[in-house]
C-alpha cells in the first residue's frame, strides 16, 4: 500500500524560509516521479515542482529561483525548500507520486499524500 507523509507545514514571514518533506512508502521509490502542488482557498490546484528518477526538475513559473525539490532516494524523502516566500504562496501543500514522467498536471499522478498548511504572512 502506497503512502506519502508531508510534514513541515507552518507559518512564516514573508522573505522568510519553509522546507517540507514528504516520506514515502510502499513504492519503488527510486524510479517514481515526485511532485507538489497547492491549493489555495477557492482556487484550483496548481502544480508546483515535480522531479522524476533521474533528478530531472519542473517548476511553476511562480516559484522559479524561490523554490527548490530534491529527493533523497535512502530516505524514501522529497523536499521542498521554499525561501523568499510570499503571501501568495499561502495554501495547502501535497505530495504527489507516480510511477513515469513527472508533470505538473495533477491529473498525472495516482498516490496524494493528505497535505501540510503553509501561511505566510507579510
Known amino acids: 500500500q502506497v503512502q506519502l507523509v508531508e510534514s513541515g507545514g507552518g507559518s512564516a514571514q514573508a522573505g522568510g524560509s519553509l522546507r517540507l518533506s514528504c516520506a514515502a512508502s510502499?513504492?519503488?521509490?527510486?524510479?517514481?516521479?515526485m511532485a507538489w502542488f497547492r491549493q489555495a482557498p477557492g482556487k484550483e490546484r496548481e502544480g508546483v515542482a515535480s522531479?522524476?528518477?533521474?533528478?530531472?526538475?519542473r517548476y511553476a513559473e511562480s516559484v522559479k529561483g524561490r523554490f527548490t525539490i530534491s529527493k533523497d532516494n535512502a530516505k524514501r524523502t522529497t523536499y521542498l525548500q521554499m525561501n523568499n516566500l510570499k503571501s501568495e504562496d499561502t495554501a495547502m501543500y501535497y505530495c504527489?507520486?507516480?510511477?513515469?514522467?513527472?508533470?505538473?498536471?495533477?491529473?498525472?499522478?495516482?498516490?496524494w499524500g493528505q497535505g501540510t498548511q503553509v501561511t505566510v504572512s507579510s
Open positions: 522531479i522524476d528518477g533521474h533528478y530531472t526538475t
Open positions: 510502499g513504492v519503488t521509490y527510486r524510479y517514481y516521479s
Open positions: 504527489a507520486g507516480a510511477p513515469g514522467f513527472a508533470t505538473l498536471a495533477s491529473k498525472d499522478y495516482t498516490h
